[in-house]
Nanobody, 127 residues
Framework: VLVEESGGGLVQAGGSLRLSCEYSGRTFTRAAMGWFRQAPGKERPEFVANNKWIGGSTYYSDYADSVKGRFTISRDSAQNTLNLQMNSLKPEDTAVYYC?????????????????WGQGTQVTVSE
């Protein structure tokens, strides 16, 4: 399984970025997927958003309180991609962002419950 993020970069506070995650090697139609981030000095990645398939082309999503209303997670199973649209970015959003896939259809906010991870993409938000 290969998981690869892209789209990170440097942006001013209030700006936007769109992260993409491409995955391959298996079919993950029913798998729960998520975005996590790890800020400098933090020991563990923290939950940002997750997403699960609930039927047809419909997905259910959940967000950390710190990003609710600013970030949107979406999935395109036909293209094997998971995206994170980030608006109204703040300096405290600065982190390495990781895409993660769980080998299960139930959602989780725990990094330890996700089996497949990308290498991460750096997001830096300046004042």
């Amino acid at each position: 399984v290969l998981v690869e993020e892209s789209g990170g970069g440097l942006v001013q506070a209030g700006g936007s970025l769109r992260l993409s995650c491409e995955y391959s090697g298996r079919t993950f139609t029913r798998a729960a997927m998520g975005w996590f981030r790890q800020a400098p000095g933090k020991e563990r990645p923290e939950f940002v958003a997750n997403n699960k398939w609930i039927g047809g082309s419909t997905y259910y999503s959940d967000y950390a309180d710190s990003v609710k209303g600013r970030f949107t997670i979406s999935r395109d199973s036909a293209q094997n991609t998971l995206n994170l649209q980030m608006n109204s970015l703040k300096p405290e959003d600065t982190a390495v962002y990781y895409c993660a896939i769980r080998d299960d259809e139930t959602m989780s906010t725990m990094p330890s419950q996700f089996e497949y991870w990308g290498q991460g993409t750096q997001v830096t938000v300046s004042e």
